[in-house]
């Protein structure tokens, strides 16, 4: 195989490497949570957001229940020896309010907990699927662009040494190896002193060795 087929097979490897991170996004964009799971996730939050509200009526008529009797409440101004007793009924009914206040917050915590478990089992499976689904894609695609990836870098090696010993470029169908010759790096310590103590200005610079850049055309 010669160079410029080299360059063709190269170019190959690198569209089919192409090809597989193209293969790999599709799927990728494939795996998506199903319709019906945000639809339970959706409904899920719609009923947390409208528990309670069945308890508002109910809640309401007993407030205005005890505000009515907290304000029926009088204290007779020829009797002031019932005042302790007055006190008394208006801690009860404040009582009872914050004690009912506080069996109604219950029963909406626990049935908010409720649903969030009835959510959480019929969505956990589906998100633990989805998440397999994904590593098994990374996986497979992992071992197919680590072969081709291996065939490209073994490749770009030989066509390099190529073109090296050959010192000219070589183009291909897609791909072109541009030869460079060694940069000529001069040294500036020698070159301050030259005038004095060197008279052959080929002891002032070295010459790098030669490269191979690989290009589209």
């Known amino acids: 195989m010669d160079t410029k087929e080299k360059l063709d097979r190269l170019a190959e490897f690198q569209t089919q490497r192409d090809l597989i991170d193209m293969d790999k996004r599709q799927l990728l964009d494939e795996v998506q949570i199903p319709a019906e ?7 899920g939050m719609d ?12 809640k309401k008529l007993f407030d205005d229940q005890c505000d009515a009797e907290y304000s029926a409440i009088e204290i007779p101004e020829d009797i002031r020896i019932a005042l302790a007793e007055i006190d008394k009924k208006r801690q009860d009914i ?16 626990e049935k908010r907990i409720a649903l969030q478990a009835e959510v959480e089992t019929k ?17 497979e695609f992992a071992g197919k662009a680590e072969a081709v990836d291996e065939n490209i870098k073994k490749l770009t090696e030989d066509i390099k040494a190529d073109v090296k010993s050959l010192h000219y470029t070589v183009n291909g169908k897609y791909l072109q190896a541009v030869y460079n ?11 301050d002193a030259y005038t004095e103590i060197h008279p052959d200005i080929k002891d002032c610079y070295t010459v790098g060795d ?3 850049t690989i290009r589209k055309i």
Do not use: C, H
């Open 37 to 43: 799971v945000e639809a339970i996730v959706n409904n």
């Open 123 to 139: 969505t956990i499976d589906v998100y633990a699927a989805i998440a397999r689904r994904k590593d098994e894609i990374e996986a």
């Open 181 to 191: 010759k060694g940069k000529k790096s001069w040294i500036s310590q020698r070159l």
């Open 94 to 109: 404040m009582n009872k309010k914050r004690e009912y206040d506080m069996n109604v917050g219950q029963l909406i915590d």
């Open 47 to 58: 009923k947390l957001n409208k528990i309670g509200d069945e308890f508002l009526p109910a």
């Open 210 to 212: 030669p490269s191979v």
